[in-house]
């Protein structure tokens, strides 16, 4: 069975430590902030999205982090954090060759 996590913000939060995996909601209020990445995410407000990350499939090999345009992937330990507001742009989950990032929408 596959794991997926929603990533949680800030340094090593959510870090899997033995402790379960704590699946968060973050909403992102500032998804259209750029011109470009309008139409990447949800801008109904009843609608939150949010980054899920596959840890079953993720090879931590930090394409996510070097694509991301906002730097709000962090790789530590090998672990995948988000570390500031994410934009939820999906740049992320289609450069993942691996697809273990997904941008979810849900109301």
């Known amino acids: 069975m596959e794991?997926?996590?929603?990533?949680?913000?800030?340094?090593?939060?959510?870090r899997d430590d033995g402790a379960p995996i704590r699946h968060q909601e973050q909403r992102f209020r500032y998804?259209?902030?750029?011109?470009?990445?309008?139409g990447f995410c949800g801008t109904?407000?009843?609608?939150?999205?949010?980054l899920r990350i596959?840890?079953?499939?993720?090879g931590y090999c930090g394409t996510c982090?070097?694509?991301c345009p906002e730097d709000a992937?962090?790789?530590?330990?090998?672990?995948?954090?988000?570390?500031?507001e994410c934009?939820?742009?999906?740049i992320c989950a289609?450069?993942?060759?691996?697809?273990a990032l997904e941008v979810v929408h849900e109301e």
């Open 94 to 99: 289609r450069a993942c060759p691996l697809g």
């Open 65 to 67: 982090v070097a694509v």
């Open 73 to 84: 992937l962090e790789l530590i330990d090998a672990y995948l954090s988000l570390e500031r």
């Open 3 to 14: 794991q997926w996590a929603v990533a949680p913000p800030g340094p090593g939060a959510g």
């Open 44 to 50: 109904d407000d009843n609608m939150s999205t949010m």
């Open 87 to 90: 934009i939820a742009c999906g």
């Open 31 to 38: 998804c259209n902030l750029y011109e470009e990445h309008k």
């Open 54 to 58: 596959n840890r079953d499939k993720c």
